[in-house]
C-alpha cells in the first residue's frame, strides 16, 4: 500500500512538511505519492491522468488535504471523487484556516460528519500516526515520533503565520465628551506573489507583462491553464499533434472547459514560439519537429504564477466553462428525438 496525498499545489508547502513527517517516522520514499515534489511524483514521460488513474486504482491510503483553495479546483475535486470511490482507507486532513461549515466541505464526496483534524492538532497527528502503523513499517522509538511531530507542528506554524490573513491595527478616536475611543481595526496583507521585474527583458517577466496588460488571447490564456493544471511543460505538434489535441479534449471534458484549445491549438503553438515562450525538445528522425518545451525562465517559475494573473486566467476558464453531456445521455436524446 502507499499512501496518497490529494491537495492543491497551493497548499505544497503543508504537504512537503508533511512528506518529511511521514519519512522521519519511517514511511519509505516509495510508499509516498505527492505531485507537487518531483522525487515523490509523476515520473518523467508519463502521461499525468494514466498515471494517477493507474496509482488510484491500486487502492492507496489516501490523505485529503483540504482547504478552501482545494475546493476552489476542479482538478482536485475530479481527484477526491475518484478517490474516494476506489481507495480502502484515508484521512481528511484541514489546513489551519480551512472552514469547517463551508457549504462545499458539507455538500461534498467526503462525509462532513466523519472525523477528521487540522493538520497543527499535535494529539490528532500522534492518532494518526498510530492509525498508520496499521499499514506501514512506523517506528517503535517514541522519542523519535515525539521529536518528529513537534517539530512538524513547529514549521506549520511557521507557515500559517505567513499566510495569516488579517491582523489587527489600532484606532483612536474621540467622542462627543472628549473621552478617547481605541479600536481595533481588522486589515488584510497584500497577496503574496511570486516576485519578477515588470521592466525586465526576460522571458518569465515578459509572459507576465503580457497577461497582466491583456495582451494574450483568450486560447493563450487557455493554453497556460492546461499546462499548469496537466502538468505539459512538454506539448506535442507535427505527425504527433492530433494526440496532444486528443489528450486536451478529454482533460476540457473533465474540466467543463469549452474546446476552443483543441481548436487553436496549431495557432496557440506557433504564437508561444514567435513570442519566444518555446524551444524544440523531440524531433523525428528526419529533422521534423514533433515535441516542444516551455523555455527554461518560465518553465521553473509556471507553477508559482503571481495572484494577478491566476486571477486573470482563471477568470477566462470561468467564461468557458461548458457542462459536456455523457455519451449514453447524448445517445437517449438522439433515440428521444427519432419518430418510432
Known sequence: ??????????????????????????????????????AFGIPVGKNIFNWLKSQIEEKPFVIYLLSEEYYESVACLNEM???WIIENEHATIFTPTFDLSSKEFQNGALDPREIGFYINDEERILSFIQALSVNFSITQNPVIISQSVKKFIQEISTIKSSV??????????????????ITEIPTLHAPITHPYDATSNNLYSKLIKLVTERKLKEDELLMLHYIVDAGRNKLLTGWQEENEVAHIIEWGKINDIKNILSSHYSRVLSRFDLRGFTEVSAVTSSGNTKEVKLKEAIASNI?????????????????????????????????????F
Do not use: C, W
Open 303 to 339: 507553477l508559482d504564477l503571481p495572484s494577478e494573473v491566476i486571477t486573470i486566467i482563471d477568470e477566462v476558464v470561468k467564461n468557458n466553462f461548458f457542462e459536456y453531456k455523457e455519451e449514453d445521455t447524448i445517445q437517449a436524446t438522439k433515440e428521444e428525438d427519432l419518430p
Open 164 to 181: 495569516k490573513a488579517k491582523e489587527t491595527s489600532i484606532s483612536v478616536t474621540k467622542n462627543k465628551e472628549g473621552q478617547s475611543i
Open 81 to 83: 471523487g475518484a478517490a
Open 1 to 38: 500500500m502507499k499512501i496518497f496525498i490529494s491537495h492543491t499545489s497551493k497548499n505544497k508547502d503543508y504537504g512537503n512538511l508533511l512528506v518529511d513527517l511521514l519519512r522521519n517516522i519511517g514511511v519509505k520514499d516509495i510508499e509516498i505519492i505527492f505531485t507537487s515534489n518531483i
